[in-house]
């Protein structure tokens, strides 16, 4: 996402492990707290009880970039090997769940 300055804003969904992972800090409060051992066991516990209700969960995280590094009209890809934009020190910013009923197959 680009802002009105011109400045990107990294975003992205995932399973909770996963992209928890490669997250330092949460957002709480409109404040960025860096990740602690307390954070993580309160982060596994919601995860275990929302699954623990059957509902499906997602994680969504975000990074500020460097309008230096990252300048208004930056080509960004996933063409090579590595992406050409960072996948860490991102920032938690929370979960969904949702309700997701086995298919009639199933």
């Not at 802002?3 to 957002?27: N, Q, R, S, W, Y």
């Not at 996948?87 to 979960?95: E, K, Q, S, W």
Request: charged letters at 30%; a negative charge; one cysteine or more.
């Amino acid at each position: 996402h680009q802002d009105d300055e011109g400045k990107h804003l990294l975003v992205m969904k995932g399973a909770p492990e996963i992209v928890f992972a490669k997250c330092v800090t949460i957002l709480i409060n409109g404040e960025d707290v860096k990740i602690d051992e307390t954070t993580k066991k309160q982060f596994r516990e919601a995860c275990e009880k929302l699954a623990g209700m059957g509902q499906r969960v997602l994680a969504f995280v975000d990074l500020h970039l460097d309008s230096e590094k990252f300048p208004p009209g930056y080509n960004f890809s996933t063409d090579d090997e590595e992406p050409n934009f960072p996948l860490d020190n991102l920032r938690f910013v929370g979960l969904m769940s949702m309700i997701d009923p086995p298919k009639a197959s199933v």
